[in-house]
């Protein structure tokens, strides 16, 4: 299979992206793997490191609806849900949209609200579709949550559920940028740039509104060898057995390496994935489905440390 869309697509997307993002280009990779694959994307990283402002351009840019729910300890389901309300006029009941009812929906601070309004993405996330007083309401086949955490703060967080965290397709890592990236961050602002003020980039949307389907289509039917196969599920199964895990990744875990390994090899320009590629994206889909062993933790392991251990000790298919 050949790819038709992708390639233009991404140079197109990359091009306007960087029109505001400076540096940050694995993330940037890894948060498009998601979209190509369909899936969601935990984003962890200290405040100020663009996390708001790449997620507004990305959906400007694939001319998609964006919503963004600030989370906090009073936020109910139905803010995020929406609400039937009576209409006094008509004598019925009417469904007030809320912000779930979306394209790309940034959820900010996902760990500073209760589990029971954590819960109420749940069912959008993995169905894409929202129940309201026992009605299913479908949502947009573009609907994907890219969900904001601070990995330094933890007073007044709660915890996301194991049964939440899974459903994430991906955790992404933000860093600080690099010194000279952070030089340009700084003279951008010198010389006028404003993130508050989009419009004045010229940031130009795909021109095929269907574009992004296009891609997703292309993403789906990519051949993966045998040996490429295996390579991910010996992957997987090898998390079950590692001596400093204390429970390892599920077959989801193994499906959704599979998937982004496609995706990340159309970002490339592949209509193949390699080893490389489930190598390159095994610690962004592994890290949040694993869970260390206090001994271990105590000693100073780190789930990514974990997992590139792994890596080293699975036979990479030739």
């Not at 026992?134 to 969900?147: C, E, H, I, K, N």
């Not at 057995?241 to 990340?264: D, N, V």
Request: aromatic residues 6%; contains cysteine; negative net charge.
């Amino acid at each position: 299979m050949t790819l038709q869309y992708t390639p233009n697509t991404i140079a197109h997307v990359l091009n306007e992206l960087r029109k505001t993002i400076v540096g940050q280009d694995e993330v940037i990779e890894q948060v498009l793997v998601a979209i190509l694959a369909e899936g969601h994307a935990l984003l962890e990283g200290v405040p100020g490191t663009a996390k708001t402002l790449m997620v507004k351009t990305l959906a400007e840019i694939i001319g998609a609806r964006f919503s963004r729910i600030q989370f906090t300890p009073d936020l109910m389901p139905s803010d995020i849900t929406g609400t039937n309300v009576f209409n006094m006029q008509s004598s019925e009941f009417t469904l007030r949209h809320g912000p779930i009812f979306t394209d790309i929906l940034l959820a900010d601070e996902i760990n500073r609200t209760p589990p029971k309004t954590q819960a109420a993405l749940l069912e959008a996330m993995e169905e894409r579709q929202t129940t309201i007083d026992g009605d299913r309401y479908q949502l947009s086949p573009l609907f994907t949550v890219l969900a904001t955490e601070n990995p330094i703060e933890y007073e007044g967080t709660y915890p996301l559920p194991e049964a939440q965290l899974d459903r994430f397709l991906l955790k992404i890592i933000i860093d600080y940028p690099q010194e000279t990236d952070e030089r340009e961050i700084v003279a951008r602002w010198d010389a006028g740039f404003n993130s508050h003020h989009l419009e004045r980039l010229d940031i130009r949307p795909l021109e095929d509104a269907a574009a992004i389907s296009h891609c997703r289509h292309e993403v789906r039917n990519m051949r993966m060898e045998p040996g490429v196969q295996k390579y991910i599920v010996d992957i997987v199964r090898r998390t079950r057995s590692h001596p400093t895990i204390l429970y390892g990744a599920s077959p989801r875990a193994s499906i959704a390496l599979l998937l982004c390994s496609k995706a990340l090899a159309a970002i490339r320009g592949r209509d193949f994935p390699t080893p490389d590629d489930v190598r390159d994206i095994a610690r962004p889909v592994l890290r949040h489905r694993l869970a260390l062993r206090a001994e271990a933790e105590l000693e100073g392991a780190t789930t990514d440390a974990v997992i590139s251990d792994i890596l080293k000790t699975i036979e990479v298919p030739r």
